[in-house]
């Protein structure tokens, strides 16, 4: 009996819905996400140029398997009064070929693939290598800049045309470290430290991500490479080597007074680190213990960066002004629009399951005190 391949209009529908479906879905993807093949360094063109190379096999295998597949489907399909087809088993000629020809193709694709990886960290720059150590926590990244001496989080900075080290460390789960743009996912293992290498070719800010489930908030555990020319790369270098405590120490009532709330009733001093005021360098606490026993991000020079909480919110002064209220106390004029604010006043709720627990809540006073303090440090 004969069975027509797709039974009336409704299977096409079901189909086709299925089809447009699926390209919403992928086209959903687009904008905002870096993409691999939109490649800013060496290390993702070079990666980027494999995944063409596997999709240019990929598609010659596809082309040849589903053509003879559909040429045999019609030029041997049944006709009315036909006999039954000769019954056939085994063909040694043919048994041969397919499994040659899948052979050669795997093998151009491995050979492709072992040349990519053993290339992949044969850069070379015009400045003077950076390295960076890379710790990933639950859930930001830090960024330990241990030649220069000076920590940050969130974003990373790095000069254009010049060959990066990273060491990837973790003190926690496994998370892992991928910037699309630049360069291929490693993974960040607890007691086993990864490096890579890569290099960044225009100026400009690229989105990373950690790119290995690591609990809650791993979504929300982004972070930011900012390359910049190397000079403007320089003068950062110099103004984050200077300790919040070299520069003019708060001179502003609000800031004063959110200076001694991190130090006192916020319990802010027991996760968070500022040189100069509690602690004695980047790496130490003012009694001399390692300030990698603080869980949070070191804000020593807070207000330089623009990004909070691995990427979930942004920090603008601009959006954050400190006025006057109708009572005389300090407030955020725009609370909503302050991102800051968002976070000091409410931050599991921004963040669900995050390790910033504060001993009690803030009041709007005193988280205007605190983003004034904090947008001092620069
Ligand atoms: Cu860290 Cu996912």
Not at 14 to 19: D, E, F, H, K, R
Not at 29 to 36: D, R, T
Not at 109 to 130: A, C, E, K, Q, W
Not at 321 to 347: A, E
Request: aromatic residues 10%; proline residues 5%; charged residues 10%.
């Amino acid at each position: 009996m004969r069975m027509p391949l797709f039974r009336g209009m409704k299977r096409w529908g079901v189909l086709l819905s299925a089809l447009i479906l699926s390209s919403l879905l992928l086209a959903a993807c687009g904008e905002s996400s870096p993409s691999v093949l939109n490649t800013q360094g060496p290390v993702a063109a070079k990666e980027a140029g494999l995944f063409w190379f596997i999709l240019v096999v990929a598609t010659i295998v596809f082309v040849i398997v589903e053509g003879i597949l559909i040429y045999s489907i019609i030029r041997f399909r049944e006709r009315p009064g036909m006999p039954a087809p000769r019954q056939v088993h085994g063909n040694t000629n043919l048994e041969i070929i397919w499994t040659i020809a899948p052979s050669i193709f795997l093998f151009a694709v491995l050979i492709g693939t072992i040349y990519t990886m053993f290339n992949l960290s044969n850069i070379s720059g015009t400045g003077r290598p950076v390295t960076v150590q890379v710790v990933g926590h639950q859930w930001w990244w830090e960024f330990n800049y241990q030649n220069e001496g000076f920590v940050t989080a969130d974003e990373m900075r790095i000069p254009v045309d010049t060959v990066i080290n990273v060491s990837l460390q973790s003190t926690n789960v496994i998370h892992s470290f991928w910037i699309p743009q630049l360069t291929g996912k490693t993974d960040v293992v607890p007691g086993h430290n990864n490096t890579k290498v890569f290099k960044a070719d225009t100026i400009g800010t690229y989105r990373g991500l950690c790119t290995e489930y690591c609990g809650l908030q791993h979504a929300h555990m982004n972070f930011f490479v900012i390359v910049m020319s190397q000079d403007g790369y320089n003068s950062w270098v110099t103004a984050q080597q200077q300790a919040a405590a070299k520069a003019p120490a708060p001179t502003d009532a609000n800031a004063k007074a959110g200076q001694q709330l991190f130090l006192g009733a916020g319990g802010c001093q027991g996760c968070h680190g500022i040189v100069g005021v509690n602690l004695k360098d980047y790496n130490h606490l003012n009694g001399g213990a390692s300030a990698s026993l603080l869980v949070g991000p070191n804000l020593t020079h807070f207000g330089s960066r623009t990004t909070i909480a691995g990427g979930v919110l942004t920090w603008d002064p601009a959006t954050c002004q400190v006025v006057t209220g109708s009572d005389g106390k300090p407030i955020i004029q725009n609370q909503q629009q302050c991102g800051l604010y968002q976070w000091l006043h409410d931050p599991q709720g921004v963040k669900p399951g995050n390790d910033m627990k504060l001993p009690s809540p803030l009041t709007d006073t005193q988280i205007a005190q605190l983003v004034a303090y904090l947008e001092s440090l620069t």
